[in-house]
C-alpha cells in the first residue's frame, strides 16, 4: 500500500520514509512507484532542494517484495514500477542523502549508491544477495560499485553476496558516516539543511561534475533490467526464489 511510503517537508528537505516494519520494510510496486513520484514531485518544485531516505529503526528496507517478484518469476506479468524508481534515482535532479539503520539488502543497499551522502549506525549490514537468488545487480550498482570498490571489492559485494558492516562501508568509501542509532536521524536532517542552504544552482553544477555522466548511468541500467527480467523468469531463478519464500513459510 501507498502509505507505506511517508512524504514529509522539513522546510527545503523533503523525506521519502519508507514505513513497512513489520515485513522489514520489503518494497512492493506500489511502494516503488509512489517513491518515484515523490522524486518527479521534489524536482519539479523549486521549493525542495534536497531528497532524503530513511527507513524505521532496524531497517532501511529488506529488498524487494518477493512475492511480487515471485508473481512475475512464475509467468504473470508487472515490475515496471521497479525499473521506473531506478531511472527517477538515476535522473534525479537535486542531492539526495540517505540515513540506514539495521537491514539493507538488494535494493536497501543499491539505493544508496546514487546518494551523495549515506550515514548509517553501527548495526547496519548492507548486503546484495542477487547472485543468490538467481539474478543479477540492479539500480546501476554494476557499473558505481566499482567505481567506489574496485573491481574485486565490488565482486565480493555484489558477486559473492558478502555483508558489508557500516564501519567497512565507511573505511572504502560506499558510505560518509557512522552514527548511533539515536542520532542518525538528527545527523541526516543536519547534513540535509546544511546542503539546502548552498547556492542550488552552483550545487548543482558541483554535483554533476562530480558524478558519472547520466546517459552511461541509465544505459547500465536499462542493460541490468533486460538481464534482471530475463532472470526472473529463468529455472534458475524460480528455484531460488521458490526454496526462499519456502524457508520463510517454515
Known sequence: MTDHILIERHGAVQIIRINRPDKKNALTRAMYAKMSAALAEGDADPAVRVHVFLGVPGAFS????????????????????????????????????????GIAVGIGTTLNLHCDLTFATPRTLFRTPFVDLGLVPEAGSSLIAPQILGRQGAFSLLGLGEGFSAERAKAVGMIYDVVAEDALEAAVLAAANDIAAKPPQALKIARDLMREPREALIARIKVESEHFRERLTSEEARAALTAFMSRKRG
Not at 62 to 69: E, M, R, T, V
Request: charged share 20%; net charge negative; aromatic share 8%.
Open 62 to 101: 529488506s529488498g524487494n517484495d518477493l512475492a511480487d517478484f515471485l508473481v512475475i518469476a512464475t509467468g504473470g506479468e508487472g515490475g515496471n514500477e521497479v525499473w521506473d524508481f531506478l531511472m527517477a534515482l538515476a535522473r534525479s535532479q537535486k542531492p539526495m542523502v540517505s540515513g540506514v539503520d
